[in-house]
């Protein structure tokens, strides 16, 4: 039986998320922007918080985690190499290492650019990815700390994921990723179409968060370096996927 996802906003545009297992009751938190929608979503379901799973050292990702601790003493999990600017971790991970909500096992990936230490939580079973600021939807997260190419080896690890795979990212930046992505490929209809339907979306008060893996495949410019409008649109007809992945971003980041 797969995981219950459900998404919750805090702040003004962060996404935690709740993962339930109805076989065992038992409930992860992935990352804890703030603490009070957490523990609404929790008690509006009688969910109690067993597991909190970091995904990076970002206060916007874990300063709410002493009011969950406070209230469930939950086991908590994140990125060994940053355990040092984590709150204290009960599990310390690396890439490969498994963690379990419930009955359900999960692998995680490690996804360094945005920050060094960033990694992300794949559930096979249940077909979804918590990536938070690495993959997003119809973006990346800027690169702080890591480089270009180690953020490019990042997303080429989570675009080989199953591509029914649910992308759990951790803001809503969908609308402003869409007009970048269709600055560069404007002639990418699903992208057109998907802009419009986020708009919708949004209109109504509906998260655009998560996203299938396939829809970033054929809509998220970082995830498509080899686009030859894309390509042509950034002047580097003949560079690397690495190379125009690089140009993007820094494009982004002035847009």
Not at 44 to 65: E, F, I, M, P, Y
Not at 77 to 85: I, N, S
Not at 246 to 252: I, V
Request: charged share 25%; net charge negative.
């Amino acid at each position: 039986m797969p995981l219950e996802i459900v998404t919750v906003h805090c702040l003004s545009d962060n996404y935690a998320f709740l993962a339930h297992d109805p076989e065992t009751g038992r409930t992860a938190v992935v990352d804890v922007p703030e603490a009070s929608p957490i523990l609404a979503a929790l008690d509006d379901r009688g969910w109690s918080a067993d597991v909190v799973l970091l995904t990076h050292h970002h206060a916007d990702h874990v300063q709410g985690l002493d009011a969950i601790r406070a209230r469930f003493a939950p086991r908590v999990v994140g990125a060994a190499q940053d355990a040092h600017r984590l709150p204290p971790l009960d599990q310390q991970v690396r890439e490969g290492d498994t963690v379990e909500i419930g009955s359900e096992q999960g692998t995680v990936i490690e996804v360094p650019g945005h920050t060094v230490g960033h990694i992300a939580f794949h559930f096979p079973e249940s077909r979804a990815a918590f990536t938070a600021d690495s993959l997003m939807a119809l973006g990346c997260g800027r690169v702080f700390e890591g480089t270009m190419e180690q953020m490019w080896q990042s997303l080429s690890k989570l675009a080989a994921l199953p591509p029914e795979t649910l992308i759990c990212s951790g803001h809503e930046y969908t609308l402003a990723n869409g007009n970048f992505a269709r600055s560069v490929e404007p002639g990418n209809r699903r992208l057109i179409s998907r802009i419009e339907e986020s708009k919708k979306a949004r209109a109504e008060g509906r998260p655009t968060v998560p996203s299938a893996l396939s829809l970033e495949l054929e809509t998220n410019p970082f995830l498509r370096p080899d686009s030859p409008e894309i390509r042509s649109n950034v002047g580097l007809p003949d560079a690397s996927a690495a190379e125009v992945f690089a140009a993007l971003r820094a494009r982004k980041d002035n847009f």
